[in-house]
């Protein structure tokens, strides 16, 4: 996410400015950064509210060219998982034009110990009871909304 960000000119903060400590892994602290801070009406992204047809809209804002990230945090993640699957790790994707399965966005995604998806349906990277709950921003980058 961070080499796209950058690309695009969308700063985004580095998870040291938060976990000095190395107490998470980075995805768990951008995960919360998108669940705390992007919300928040200073923030230069757009929150998507989650619920039904969020997926939809973020595929929407990326067909329109915008920035669009997809995330959620490890306790989101953990609400599906059996006690011996927990996770400290979060996890977030670039969402890109397109749709995907099961009505998930396309995206591109890294992986924490092993490797990446490109352009892919996110139904890969998330759950499936994730998809409407999945934190989505948007910036137009310079484009009208």
């Known amino acids: 996410m961070n080499a796209v960000a950058s690309e ?14 190395k107490e998470r892994f980075p995805a768990d602290i951008i995960g919360m950064w998108i669940a705390n801070w992007l919300p928040l009406g200073d923030s230069p992204f757009l929150a ?66 092993g490797s990446g998806k490109a352009d892919e349906t996110l139904s890969l990277s998330f759950a499936r009871p994730l998809k409407n709950e999945l934190l989505y921003f948007a910036v137009m980058r310079g484009k009208s909304q």
Request: net charge positive; aromatic share 12%.
């Open 8 to 21: 695009l000119r969308v700063f985004m903060p580095s998870a040291n400015l938060y976990d000095s400590g």
């Open 48 to 113: 998507i509210p989650a619920g039904e047809g969020a997926a939809y809209r973020a595929m929407e804002y990326a067909d329109a060219g915008a920035f669009v990230i997809a995330g959620a945090t490890s306790d989101m993640i953990n609400k599906y998982r059996e006690p011996k699957y927990k996770t400290t790790n979060g996890h977030v994707a670039v969402v890109t034009p397109g749709i995907g399965k099961n009505g998930f966005p396309r995206g591109y995604w890294g992986q924490h110990r």
